[in-house]
C-alpha cells in the first residue's frame, strides 16, 4: 500500500500565484486533514474533512481552499500566494470518520517556499 | 495562543540516558493524548499514545505519564539510542470535535 501520497515534494511559487497541492490515500479513510508545519509553532491544522462532501475549517484556515469530493483525493488550493505561507504542508488520513482518537497516517509532506 | 505547550524545545541527551519531554494543555474536554516522532524529510507517525483514565503507559522503552489534575502529561524514553534522534509532538484531542492539537515540538538529539 502507498499510505497518504502528496505531490509535489517541493514548490517554489512567486507572491500572488496560485498552486494546487495534491494528497491521496489508498486506506479508505473517511477522514483527511492538511496541516502546515513551522519551527517552534508545531503542526497547525488548516482544514480538514470527515467524508466525501464535507470539510471544515481548522486553526489557521485563511489563505487556502480545500474540496472532497471522492473519498481518496484531498487536495489543498493556495488562492494568491504569499511570504507567509512558505512552510512544510503535511496531509495526513484516519479511519476515524469523527473525533480523531485515532492513528494519524502522515505523507512525507511538500516543503513550499513562496517569494 | 498554543493550547498544547511543550518543553523543551530541544534536548541533548547521551546515550543510555533518559530523554524527558513534557507538555501542558488547558482543554479540560481533552482525552485522548498522542505523542508522534518525525525523521527528518519524513512525516510524523504514532509513537504511544494514552487515555486520561489511566496514569501511566509503557511501550518498550518508551512511556507516557499522565497528570490529569496538573493537565500535564510526559514522554520518557529510556536507555535513549542514538536512532531515537528525532522531532517529537505531543497532541490532544476531544472525542467530540474533530481536530488534533499538536504542540511545538522537541527535537531530540542522543549523542553516541
Known amino acids: 500500500n502507498a499510505g497518504v501520497t502528496q505531490t509535489p515534494k517541493f514548490q517554489v511559487l512567486k507572491t500572488g500565484q496560485s498552486m494546487t497541492l495534491q494528497c491521496a490515500q489508498d486506506?479508505?479513510?473517511?477522514?483527511m486533514s492538511w496541516y502546515r508545519q513551522d519551527p517552534g509553532m508545531g503542526l497547525r491544522l488548516i482544514h480538514y474533512?470527515?467524508?466525501?462532501?464535507?470539510?471544515d475549517q481548522g486553526e489557521v484556515p485563511n489563505g487556502y481552499n480545500v474540496s472532497r469530493s471522492t473519498t481518496e483525493d484531498f487536495p489543498l488550493r493556495l488562492l494568491s500566494a504569499a511570504p507567509s505561507q512558505t512552510s512544510v504542508y503535511f496531509c495526513?488520513?484516519?479511519?476515524?470518520?469523527?473525533?480523531?482518537?485515532?492513528?494519524?497516517?502522515f505523507g512525507e509532506g511538500s516543503r513550499l517556499t513562496v517569494l | 495562543q498554543q493550547q498544547v505547550k511543550q518543553s523543551p524545545q530541544s534536548l541533548i541527551v547521551q546515550k543510555g540516558g533518559i530523554s524527558i519531554i513534557n507538555c501542558a494543555y488547558e482543554?479540560?474536554?481533552?482525552?485522548?493524548f498522542p505523542w508522534y516522532q518525525q525523521f527528518p524529510g519524513k512525516g510524523p507517525a504514532l509513537l504511544i499514545a494514552?487515555?486520561?483514565?489511566?496514569s501511566e503507559k509503557k511501550e518498550g522503552r518508551f512511556t507516557i505519564s499522565f497528570n490529569k489534575s496538573a493537565k500535564q502529561f510526559s514522554l520518557h524514553i529510556m536507555d535513549s539510542q542514538p536512532g531515537d534522534s528525532a522531532t517529537y509532538f505531543c497532541?490532544?484531542?476531544?472525542?467530540?470535535?474533530?481536530?488534533?492539537?499538536f504542540g511545538g515540538g522537541t527535537r531530540l538529539m542522543v549523542k553516541p
Open positions: 495526513a488520513s484516519s479511519y476515524q470518520s469523527r473525533g480523531v482518537d485515532g492513528e494519524l497516517f
Open positions: 486506506m479508505n479513510h473517511e477522514y
Open positions: 474533512s470527515v467524508g466525501a462532501g464535507i470539510t
Open positions: 482543554n479540560t474536554a481533552f482525552d485522548y
Open positions: 494514552i487515555r486520561p483514565d489511566v
Open positions: 497532541a490532544a484531542s476531544s472525542n467530540a470535535g474533530n481536530m488534533l492539537t
